[in-house]
């Protein structure tokens, strides 16, 4: 079972920030997050991922929170192409496992 | 962009056909994997792969069977297809001994009627 739980949905206005949050309250020490979208069906895209400091790339920014129970994932300025299912996924970092969950919807509108 | 690929991305077969779903990377990844998605419900693991005569089953029962004879190719055989069948089947690998990133393909959607 996926050991996170995120909204089943979420909208946003082109252009501005989307914030999808992440519970994963029963995180280990040695787990990391990981983001991965999947637009319409086509195959899953990484996107981020972080163990207990906030990251950055080009695409997005995960915020950990201290205690590491929860985390964000922000899209700073989301465009119609980021309609897509986003997965929050918890993995140790000695497997290559991914058990996805059911994902967060985010629909952004114009 | 990744450079691994599904073929066919569309397959509509009769009952108790024999089919292979086709998986090729060209990055050179030792490890790939296969996971199965119906429609609007998550992905699951199905089988996997750590290099060339490798094979181990998912996390989900799965009545495919997948060989390894090359590092680039992972096909999927399914012996006699069944309406149960009917799902999307995503190919994906990654390099290394600690991989941060899955690279997937863009899956074939499979209907058996």
């Known amino acids: 079972d996926a050991k996170t739980t995120q909204p089943p949905s979420m909208d946003c206005a082109e252009g501005r920030a989307a914030n999808l949050p992440c519970n994963h309250s029963t995180i280990s020490g040695n787990e990391y997050v990981y983001w991965y979208r999947q637009i319409h069906s086509q195959g899953p895209q990484y996107i981020i991922h972080?163990?207990?400091n906030n990251e950055t790339n080009e695409m997005a920014s995960l915020i950990i929170t201290e205690d590491r129970k929860s985390s964000t994932l922000i899209l700073p300025h989301a465009t119609l192409r980021d309609t897509a299912v986003y997965y929050c996924i918890v993995r140790e970092h000695n497997t290559d496992k991914l058990i996805f969950g059911t994902g967060t919807r985010l629909q952004v509108f114009p | 962009e990744a450079d691994i690929y599904q073929t066919p991305r569309y397959l509509v077969i009769g009952t108790g056909k024999k089919i292979t779903l086709e998986c090729s990377q060209t990055m050179g990844h030792d490890k790939m994997y296969w996971y199965q998605q119906d429609p609007g419900m998550e992905l699951h693991l199905i089988h996997y792969s750590y290099g060339v005569n490798s094979t181990e089953k998912g996390d989900l029962s799965s009545e495919s069977t997948v060989s390894r004879i090359r590092t680039e190719h992972f096909p999927l055989t399914l012996e006699s297809a069944r309406p149960s069948h009917t799902s999307q089947y995503l190919c994906?690998?990654?390099?290394?001994?600690?991989?941060?990133?899955?690279?997937f393909g863009p899956g074939t959607r499979l209907t058996v009627t």
């Open positions: 994906a690998s990654s390099e290394g001994a600690v991989a941060y990133e899955q690279y």
């Open positions: 972080g163990l207990k």
